[in-house]
């Protein structure tokens, strides 16, 4: 019988290229599927990885084409872990008042860290059914919960997290009704020492800025704990749960 696939998207990321190592070494035999829109030759590390590697634009057609090439994975898939997201780039850097806002910017900010990520989602999640056992995890964030919003600032980076997990919640969803034994975690990784984070280092708390190999080993126990039960996780890297 052929192994489980592992899914991984916007695999370029730091958190996402620790996290493929953390799970070859976990699962040997499994076959890696990375999807990201640009080559991670660093990657391939090992010559007889179980490892395909997908370059993808993010546009709907092409999403259409990289699901049509791995749909008969897709079913039997154990993981699929969404690590699109960005905050800032050479333009555009997180809005401290009302005044700092910018379509632009925030057009930008919801189709990275919303839409694409949907994207992926209808077309991974069309194709599973009730005999599928897939954990689907988008890579949220903290500040995205309303609860816990004291401090203010980052409208849109907050607005489009938010978003996601609003998709991700009506997900599981429907999940409930189309593969029931499958599960939607929301992960924020903590503040993790990657190009996203970096402007923001300086105010991190000693011992508070994390390694990507802690986050992916942190993340890839997390996934063998979680259980189907209609409810999306929306969880820290300690496995401790975030107001919504
Ligand atoms: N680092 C932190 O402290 C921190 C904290 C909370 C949450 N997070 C979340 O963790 C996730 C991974 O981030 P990271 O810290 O590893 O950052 P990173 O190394 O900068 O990775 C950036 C990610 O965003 C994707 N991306 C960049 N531009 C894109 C575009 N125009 N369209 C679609 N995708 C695009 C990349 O995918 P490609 O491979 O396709 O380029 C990659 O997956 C993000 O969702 C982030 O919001 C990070």
Redesign the pocket.
């Known amino acids: 019988m052929t192994k489980p696939a592992i899914i991984i998207i916007?695999?370029?990321?730091?958190?996402?290229k620790a996290f493929f190592r953390e799970q070859h070494e976990r699962y040997p035999q499994h076959l890696i599927i990375t999807i990201?829109?640009?080559s991670v030759e660093d990657l391939y590390t090992s010559p007889e990885m179980h490892h395909r590697h997908i370059i993808c634009d993010?546009s709907p057609s092409e999403i259409a084409r990289v699901i049509d090439d791995i749909a008969p994975f897709i079913p039997t898939t154990q993981s699929i872990t969404i690590?699109?997201?960005?905050?800032h780039n050479a333009n555009f850097k997180p809005e401290k008042r009302l005044e700092d806002i910018q379509s632009d910017y925030l057009q930008w900010l919801f189709?990275?860290?919303t839409i694409?990520p949907l994207l992926w989602l209808k077309g991974m999640g069309e194709l599973l059914n009730n005999n599928s056992q897939c954990v689907l995890t988008c890579?949220s964030?903290r500040v995205a919960s309303i609860d816990d919003n004291s401090l203010g600032g980052w409208y849109g980076y907050r607005a489009s997290k938010a978003a996601l997990n609003m998709a991700v919640k009506t997900l599981s969803v429907e999940l409930t009704r189309r593969a029931k034994h499958c599960k939607c975690v929301l992960f924020?990784?903590g503040?993790?020492d990657?190009?996203?984070?970096k402007p923001f280092q300086s105010n991190v708390p000693e011992g508070k800025l994390f390694s990507p190999k802690f986050v992916a080993i942190q993340l890839s126990n997390l996934l063998t704990q979680t259980v189907a039960n209609g409810q999306v996780d929306y969880i820290d890297w300690q496995g401790k749960p975030i107001n919504w």
């Open positions: 916007g695999a370029s990321s730091s958190i996402a990201s829109r640009h993010n690590f699109n997201g960005q905050l189709t990275v860290n694409t890579l964030a924020h990784p503040t993790t990657t190009p996203l984070s």
